[in-house]
């Protein structure tokens, strides 16, 4: 993926690799949510976990997104549906 501006093709890099690495971590605790109880004592503990864990990429994610300009933003969601057929975690853009 390649920013419009050459300035900011490392944030932009950034941003991806980001919403890759969240897009990973809801599968993997999707695998886990096949197999455990959420009902359970564990299961409360491994929610949590799971909620931090989303939530601290989550806040990465949008800080990374603050510091491109909204259509940076906009040729991003273009290149990673062109590429993964559905829009980003990362939407930093509100339209």
Same mark, same amino acid.
């Given at each position: 993926m390649q920013a419009l501006h050459e $300035?900011?093709? $490392?944030?932009?890099?950034? %941003?991806?690799? %980001?919403?890759?690495?969240?897009?990973? %971590? %809801?599968?993997t605790h999707q695998r886990v949510w096949d197999t455990e109880d959420e009902h359970s004592a564990n299961g409360a503990r491994l929610r949590e976990r799971h909620e931090r864990a989303e939530s601290k990429l989550v806040d990465r994610m949008n800080d990374f997104a603050e510091q491109l300009p909204t259509r940076e933003c906009q040729h991003f969601d273009r290149q990673y549906k062109a590429i993964h057929g559905h829009t980003s975690y990362a939407v930093c853009y509100h339209v």
């Open positions: $300035k900011y093709t $490392k944030r932009f890099q950034q %941003l991806y690799n %980001l919403d890759r690495r969240y897009s990973d %971590l %809801l599968e």
